[in-house]
């Protein structure tokens, strides 16, 4: 798991629309990057929502915003219609970039142990840099917290 001030691990992802982004081509810009468990849950439709609707914000502050979870794109496709969605949903479907990054965790829900992704945030400087890791995100005021860190890089 990759910690301040490390480099951030590169990747490459299939994202909604079609196409793909690679992290590395995004230096000289900073990034926000939200692993999210599931399309279409409460929690995860919140985060993305209050992303799309900062979406212009971050990019005033120079950042590009990604969506990461284990969803097909044809998933993410119908997530991202569904509700409005305007940042930039990516398919971690092998659940690579997530172990990488430490969000592929165990989960212990109602007694049931399983894996999932633990909601989490990080926050890349222009350099590639990690500048911010947020862990256990809690969906309220969680997107306004990261635009001021953003503002503030």
């Given amino acids: 798991m990759p910690d301040l001030s490390d480099t951030a691990p ?4 299939p994202r909604d629309g079609g196409g793909e982004v690679t992290l590395s081509d995004l230096r000289g810009s900073k990034v926000v990057l939200f ?3 599931r399309d279409d849950t409460p929690g995860c439709t919140k985060e ?17 915003v990604l969506g990461i979870s284990k969803d097909t794109v044809t998933k993410h496709d119908k997530f991202v219609a569904k509700h ?3 940042t930039t949903m990516l ?3 092998e659940s690579d970039v997530c172990e990488q990054y430490g969000v592929w965790v165990e ?6 142990k399983s894996m999932g992704i633990e909601r989490a945030t990080y926050l890349i400087d222009a350099d590639g840099k990690i500048a911010r890791i947020w ?5 309220p005021g969680h997107v306004e917290e990261v635009l001021e860190a953003v503002e503030t890089l």
């Fill in 91 to 93: 398919s971690d479907a």
């Fill in 35 to 37: 692993f999210y468990p």
């Fill in 135 to 139: 862990r256990k995100v809690k969906v």
């Fill in 107 to 112: 989960k212990n829900m109602y007694g049931r």
């Fill in 84 to 86: 409005g969605l305007t």
């Fill in 48 to 64: 993305s929502i209050g992303f799309s609707e900062q979406l212009q914000a971050f990019s005033d502050a120079g950042a590009h």
């Fill in 10 to 13: 590169d990747f490459t992802l």
